[in-house]
């Protein structure tokens, strides 16, 4: 049987090696979505470009989905900020003069009401006998973990789409019981993302898009709904809220 499968944020780095290795594997129909076109398609493969920020579109898209009867078994948010967001350069914050208006709505933006916005959208076209959900999270983004300071606006988004997560999860559990929820931190990867940052990263701990991918698909695939949701990272160790 084939398996649906949708990557939201596709021209990202770690979501390009995703694709090329999702779509490697046999019985599998690959959905993506992106602001911009994806070059190089796989066969397996259909990309629409949309804008994530507008419900509208990606009501549309889902709409679409529905339409065909399609049911997605698997969908990976990629989506993510931290230092450019299009247009518009951001700087992670070191301290609290540094903290404005503009740069912490540009973070929930990306960060938190993105994925929010698939979430509530997504329960119309989800497997109801198996299915899951994957969000790209940070380490950063925990609360009990924080023991250095700074980066404000990153950390708050990515904690608050944890607790959306967390928080839908007990929704998800009456209306999809078969469906699991997971924030992943897939570690310091070598894209645009990281780049400003890598000069800090410890020898090993600096990974390939490809490497990460890997993991995570390898995670997935253990994931059971009765103990959704998940907060992990690259090596499957939980992290905590």
């Not at 046999?26 to 992106?34: A, D, H, K, M, R």
Request: hydrophobic share 40%; net charge positive.
């Amino acid at each position: 049987m084939t398996q649906n499968i949708l990557i939201i944020g596709a021209n990202g780095g770690i979501a390009r090696a995703l694709i090329d290795q999702i779509c490697a594997a046999p019985q599998t129909q690959v959905y993506t979505v992106s602001r911009h076109e994806y070059a190089n398609k796989h066969t397996n493969q259909l990309h629409t470009e949309l804008d994530s920020s507008d419900e509208l579109q990606v009501q549309a898209f889902v709409r679409n989905l529905l339409d065909q009867k399609i049911r997605l078994d698997q969908v990976i948010c990629t989506t993510g900020v931290l230092h450019t967001s299009g247009n518009v350069q951001l700087k992670p914050e070191k301290r609290l003069e540094d903290i404005n208006a503009s740069q912490l709505a540009e973070y929930f933006r990306v960060n938190t009401i993105v994925p929010a916005l698939w979430m509530k959208q997504l329960v119309k076209v989800l497997n109801k006998e198996k299915a899951s959900v994957v969000f790209f999270s940070a380490r950063v983004g925990s609360i009990s973990e924080n023991e250095l300071g700074g980066w404000y606006g990153y950390r708050a988004s990515k904690a608050a789409l944890n607790m959306l997560v967390k928080t839908a999860s007990v929704e998800y559990k009456r209306r999809l019981p078969n469906v699991s929820l997971a924030c992943y931190h897939p570690g310091t990867v070598d894209t645009e993302l990281s780049k400003p940052f890598q000069s800090n990263v410890k020898p090993g701990k600096l990974f390939t898009a490809d490497f990460t991918a890997t993991q995570l698909l390898k995670h997935i695939a253990t994931l059971e709904a009765e103990k959704s949701p998940y907060y992990f990272d690259w090596d499957g160790q939980t992290i905590a809220y």
